[in-house]
C-alpha cells in the first residue's frame, strides 16, 4: 500500500519533500523594541517602535491584570483600543511574518488619560447655559470653554473642581459650542467633550389682542423675538386652556368659550427651551347666551319673556318675531320683557346679552305660538228638530274646530278641520249653549271663546183624532210637547190644500169638499224653525151626491132613475116608496129600475152615495107620481064616410090621454076634451092597417108609450070607408 503511494505520488512527494525544505530554512522575525507608549485618549493607548525587517504585522497587547486586549497593526505607530480611562496598561509588541510570531517585547507601563465628561447642557435663561456633569475617575479639576458656533466673538473659558457651571451674559437665542475635559493630579488633560447649545429665546413683549365675537376668536399679535423659531400663544381661564402656535409673530386663538375672561399669554420656544411673556394680557369674551328662557302668555294678548341673569352680561335684548315677518324688540338691564300678543301667531324668540365685547351668540331660539283665535261669525245656516248646521269664517290659528252644543243633561259634539259643523242628533224645541273651540296642536283648544244659544226646531206634533161634527166640520186634534209653538194642520188632496191653525192642541178644518181623500198633517212652528210634519193621518169626506137625479118611467110598472156621477161615491142606493111599499136599488151604475111600481100614485124618491170605504151620504128626498094607468078595451069605430072614433075606458084615477094611428099613409093624432075617454079623428085614409095606441100623457107634456098596442084593419067600400076589423094586440116597443 505504501509502495502504490510511493508510485502514485512521486512527483507530489518530492513537491512535499521540497516545501518542507523550503520551511526548514525560515526563522521567526525579530522581538521588535518599543520606542514608547502614551495615551491621548481614554480608551486607547498608541505604541511606536522600531520596524522588524520582513515583518508584515505586528501583535499589540495591553494587560491589566486578569484582562489582556489584543490587536494587530500594519505598522508603528499602533493604537490598542477598548481600554478602561485612567488605566495602567502592561504593553507587549510581537512581529508577524510568514514564518511565524516573534516572541513578545519587553512590557512598558503606559497609562489612559481620564475620560471626557458626559455634558448635559441648557439655557435657563435667555442669557445663560447652565452646563453639568457626573464626576470623572481620577479627575482633580476640569476645564471648560464656550464660543459662539459661528467662531465670531471671543471665548469664555473655566477651570473648576465642580461638575457644573454656569455661563451668563450670553447673547439670547444663539448658538454656543461648549467644550469640556478633566485632568488628573498630575495636570495631564483627559479626553475631551464637545456640544452645541442655543440659548433660550427673548420673551415676547408688546402684546395686542383682537376678539371677534361672531365667531368667538381672538388675534393675537406680538413683537417678533430674537431665536424664537415658534411661538405658543394660550389663553388660560378657570375651566379652559386653550392655544394655538405660529412661527409667525401672530396667531388666532378659535372655540373661545363665552362669558368667560382669559388670561392671553405668549411663549416664545427653541431647542433650548422657552420664555414666557412677563404679562398677561386679560380678555373678557362676550356672555353667553341668557338661558332658562320662559315664556308665559297671562293673561291673553300678553307675552312676558324671562331669562336668567348671565356672566359679564352688561345688558339684553329680547327679539320677538311673528309667522307674518313682523318683529319688535327690548332692550333692558333687567331679565324680562313683555310684549303684545295677537292670537293665532307663533311668535320666534331669541334673547342677546351684550358687554364691550360685543353680543353673545345665538342660542336657542324659541317659537311660542299662541292660543288660535275664537270664531265670531258663528251662523247657524238651517235649523231643524234633531239638527243643526253653522257656518263661521275661518280664524287664524286654528287646525280643528271643536263644536260642543250643552243643552239640559245631553251634549253633542263635532270635530272637523273646516270652519262648519252639522250637529244631529239633537232634542227638539231645546235652547242649546253651542260653542266653538279653535284647536292647535302646538297650544291645544281656546277655552275662552264665547256660545251661542240657539234653540232647535220644535218637536213634531202626534195627531191624535180626526173627527167630523154636524156640521161637516173636521176638528183635529194633536199631542206636542212644544213650548209656545203655533200648529198648523194642512190637509192635501186632488182638491187642493186646506189649512187651519191653533196655539192649542186642536183646529178645525172647514169647507172640505165632498167625495176627496186627503192627508192630515201637522206642523209646528216657533221662532227657531218648522217642525218636521207629523205622520199622516187619511182623511175621507163623504161622497158627493149626484148634481141631478131623473126618473123615467119605462113600463107601467117600471121606472128607471138616473143620476150624474157623484164624486167619490162607488156604488148608489135608490129607495123609492109610498103607502103601499118600498122598491130598492143598490148598483155601482148611476142608473137604476125600479120594477113593482104601481101607476097613478105618488112615491118619494131617495139616493144614498156610497164611498169605497162605507161613508155615505144621503142625498135628500124629491117626490115622484107614477104615470096614470093604460086605458083599457081600447076600440075603434066608424065614423060618418070618413072619420074613426077611438074609444078606451080610464083606468084608475083622473088622467089625460094622447090617441095615436100609425098606418103606412100617415099617423093620425088625436087629443080627447078633459074628462072624455074618446076622441075622433075625421078624415082617415080606407085601406090601411093602424096601430093603434093610447097613452097617458104625464104632467110634464110627455107622452108615455109602454102602454099596449093594437092593430085594427080600416077596408074601403068604394069612396068610403068600409068595414074596421080588429087584427090583435102588439107590444109597445
Known sequence: MAGGQVKCLSVIGFSLICLKMVAATKTAPKIPTIDQAYSKISNSITVEWATVPGATGYLLTARDGNTVIET???????????????????????????????????????????????????????????????????????????????????????NTTNTSLTFTSLDAGTLYTIKAYAWNASGTPGDDSTCNQRTGPRAPANIQVSFDSGSLKASVSWAPTEGAFNYTVMALSDSSRLSCSTTFSSCTISSLQCGTEYLISVLATNDAGSSRSISAVTLKTVACAPGRVTIQ????????????????????????????????????SFTQCNFLSECGFTYFISVFAYNKAGQSPLGDVFNYTTAPCCPGDI?????????????????????????????????????????????????CDTKYNITVYSFSEVRGSNTSCASRFITTAPCSPEIKNVSKDAFSMINVYWRSTNDEATYTV?????????????????????????????SVTAVAETPAGRSLPSYSVPLETVPCCPASLTVTQVTQSVINVSWTVGTGAQTYVTVLESHTGQSKCHT?????????????????????AISATGLTADCGYQSYSSS??????????????????????????????STDLYGSK???????????????????????????????????????????????SVTCSGSTLGMVIYGGKRNAE
Open 588 to 608: 155601482r151604475q148611476n142608473h137604476c129600475l125600479l120594477g113593482c111600481i104601481t101607476c097613478g100614485i105618488n112615491y118619494t124618491v131617495a139616493l144614498k
Open 490 to 518: 194642512t190637509a192635501q188632496g186632488e182638491q187642493g190644500l186646506h189649512r187651519c191653525s191653533s196655539t192649542r192642541e186642536s183646529c178645525t178644518l172647514r169647507g172640505l169638499p165632498c167625495g176627496s181623500v186627503f
Open 628 to 657: 096614470s094607468c093604460c086605458p083599457l078595451e081600447v076600440k075603434l069605430y066608424r065614423l060618418g064616410p070618413n072619420g074613426i072614433r077611438i074609444y078606451w075606458q080610464a083606468s084608475r084615477g083622473s088622467a089625460n090621454y
Open 297 to 332: 302668555e297671562d293673561p291673553p294678548g300678553h307675552l312676558s319673556v324671562a331669562w336668567s341673569n348671565v356672566h359679564l352680561g352688561d345688558y339684553y335684548a329680547a327679539f320677538v318675531k311673528s309667522d307674518d315677518g313682523l318683529e319688535v324688540h327690548c332692550n333692558t
Open 72 to 158: 494587530v497593526v500594519a505598522n508603528s505607530p499602533g493604537t490598542v483600543t477598548g481600554l478602561k480611562a485612567a488605566t495602567l496598561y502592561q504593553i507587549t509588541i510581537r512581529s508577524i511574518s510568514p514564518a511565524g510570531r516573534s516572541q513578545a517585547s519587553p512590557p512598558k507601563q503606559a497609562k489612559t488619560v481620564l475620560a471626557a465628561p458626559i455634558l448635559q447642557v441648557s439655557s435657563p435663561s435667555p442669557d445663560s447655559i447652565l452646563v453639568q456633569w457626573k464626576s470623572v475617575y481620577m479627575a482633580t479639576g476640569f476645564s471648560v470653554s464656550i464660543m459662539r458656533a459661528n467662531g465670531l466673538g471671543r471665548i469664555w473659558k473655566e
Open 379 to 427: 251662523n247657524p245656516v238651517l235649523v231643524s228638530s234633531d239638527r243643526v248646521e253653522i257656518v263661521w269664517s275661518p280664524v287664524r290659528g286654528a287646525e280643528l274646530y271643536e263644536t260642543k252644543a250643552v243643552g239640559g243633561f245631553s251634549v253633542v259634539e263635532c270635530n272637523d278641520t273646516v270652519p262648519a259643523c252639522t250637529l244631529s242628533a239633537l232634542e
Open 666 to 712: 100617415g099617423i093620425f093624432t088625436c087629443a080627447p076634451s078633459a074628462g072624455l075617454s074618446f076622441c075622433d079623428i075625421a078624415e082617415i085614409p080606407c085601406g090601411d092597417v093602424y096601430t093603434v095606441m093610447v097613452s097617458p100623457v104625464a104632467e110634464t107634456g110627455l107622452k108615455l108609450t109602454f102602454c099596449p098596442k093594437k092593430i085594427y
